[in-house]
């Protein structure tokens, strides 16, 4: 089946930092990617659809200007966290849906990125 | 507001039992539901969904029933197994793009 990729699959930096977390898919090509943030024991929130040759959308209460998100290619799409503090600390979690696909359930996750602010 | 919640936050059966997980949602005009499985340190892994113009739909050990008029939603899992062990999430998906909203999560543990 479809395979979504990120990397790094953990990071540690120091408080002001700013970090890049990619997320490809690896077999399709996907216009549309989701960004997720994962708390210990909550759920999957999420942050922002990332659109091919477009702006990012960002839910309410994310700052974009913390979270920078590049969707450069069709399968490739990136989350910056810029200065980063401990409370961003997270599980970071991405998604991408094939072009083309008429059915609801043809989603795809990564595998996650942990993300350790000291 | 708008939100996708869970009755019980941790469920333990024993092996062989069946497991029912609940949810229940607030969006009438939600309409495409997904049950996920998510080991820990992992991204979470379709199991099952279903349409808002379905109430039940079986796949290979697990069921999802939609009821509509009190707006639960519950994954049946027969013949639990150790494997099974993870939290579910129950989530919505809307119309108008992909975009997927979570809910709450149970904690499954199976008991050898």
């Known amino acids: 089946g479809a395979v979504v990729s990120q990397h790094p699959s953990w990071v540690i930096c120091k408080s002001g930092t700013s970090v890049k977390i990619e997320c490809r898919s690896l077999d399709f090509q996907a216009t549309t990617m989701f960004w997720y943030r994962q708390f210990p024991k909550q759920s999957l929130m999420l942050m922002a659809t990332?659109?091919?040759?477009?702006?990012?959308?960002?839910e309410q209460g994310v700052e974009k200007d913390k979270f920078l998100i590049n969707h450069a290619s069709l399968t490739l799409s990136t989350l910056t966290v810029t200065s980063a503090h401990p409370e961003d600390s997270s599980f970071y979690i991405c998604?991408?849906?094939?072009?083309?696909?008429?059915?609801?359930?043809?989603?795809?996750f990564g595998p996650g990125t942990r993300l350790t602010v000291l | 507001g708008e939100s996708v919640g869970l009755h019980l936050p941790t469920l333990s059966v024993q092996e062989g039992d069946n497991s029912i997980i609940n949810c229940a949602y607030s969006n009438s005009a939600s309409d495409y539901f997904i049950w996920y499985k998510q080991e820990s340190g992992k991204g979470p892994q379709f199991i099952i969904d279903i349409r808002s113009n379905m109430d039940k739909r079986q796949g290979q050990r697990v069921t999802v029933l939609l009821n509509k008029t009190v707006k639960h939603l519950s994954l049946q899992i027969a013949a639990t197994q150790p494997g099974d062990s993870a939290v579910y999430f129950c989530?919505?998906?809307?119309?108008?793009?992909?975009?997927?909203?979570f809910g709450a999560g149970t904690r499954l543990f199976v008991k050898a």
């Open positions: 989530a919505e998906m809307r119309t108008g793009g992909f975009k997927t909203i």
């Open positions: 998604s991408a849906n094939p072009d083309g696909s008429g059915t609801y359930n043809e989603q795809f």
């Open positions: 990332s659109n091919e040759g477009s702006k990012a959308t960002y």
